[in-house]
T-cell receptor, first 109, second 115 residues
């Protein structure tokens, strides 16, 4: 069945560092791919999405490109801020929406 | 406009009891999704309802069930509670009847503790 695998956390970086959180998927169809974020004390919210191969989703300085050949949707940001500290979830939408286990990100000032 | 609301916020039950969790979607949304968030396991897909019908369910035993009402609100029922059912149960809604491409809006969850 469909699945999403993302890198284990926690990930700890200094402010202004480059961020990559890896996400790979398996799916029988042609899913849409998403990154959701959960800030401390808040509910899950959509960060970005891509609906077909080679699409790039972007929001708040974060980017992720739908790579069908490597079945990946890695999340990147060029210069992280303390306010980016949160838990990030990769997700796919096929005949249902499923999520990875989440990656906790800590940004140190 | 109100977001997705879930009740109760916390629920404490003992083994063998039944739990009922409730969710009200955003006005105009017809789809409701239920997820279980247990420590270290991420979000596990439970159920998806749209237009009053169950569209899909995850890999959970039949004692996890639910329904969607004509006003699109939803209930999740967990029978014969087990200790490992202790988790945060999240409800989400979306405005279309297909999962693909659509954005989910999440509630704050119901924290179920089974003693």
């Amino acid at each position: 069945g469909d699945s999403v695998t993302q890198m284990e956390g926690p990930v700890t970086l200094s402010e202004e560092a480059f961020l990559t959180i890896n996400c790979t998927y398996t799916a029988t169809g042609y899913p849409s791919l998403f990154w959701y974020v959960q800030y401390p004390g808040e509910g899950l919210q959509l960060l970005l999405k891509a609906t077909k191969a080679d699409d790039k989703g972007s929001n708040k300085g974060f980017e992720a490109t739908y790579r069908k050949e490597t079945t990946s949707f890695h999340l990147e940001k060029g210069s992280v801020q303390v306010s980016d500290s949160a838990v990030y979830f990769c997700a796919l939408s096929d005949d249902k929406i499923i999520f990875g286990k989440g990656t906790r990100l800590h940004i140190l000032p | 406009e109100a977001g997705v609301t879930q009740s109760p916020t916390h629920l404490i039950k003992t083994r063998g009891q039944q739990a009922t969790l409730r969710c009200s979607p955003i006005s105009g949304h017809t789809s409701v999704y239920w997820y279980q968030q247990a420590l270290g396991l991420g979000l596990q897909f439970l159920l998806w309802y749209d237009e009053g019908e169950e569209r899909n369910r995850g890999n959970f035993p039949p004692r996890f069930s639910g329904r969607q009402f004509p006003n699109y609100s939803s209930e999740l029922n967990v029978n014969a509670l087990e200790l490992e059912d202790s988790a945060l149960y999240l409800c989400a809604s979306s405005s279309r009847n297909r999962a693909t491409n659509e954005k989910l809006f999440f509630g704050s969850g119901t924290q179920l503790s089974v003693l």
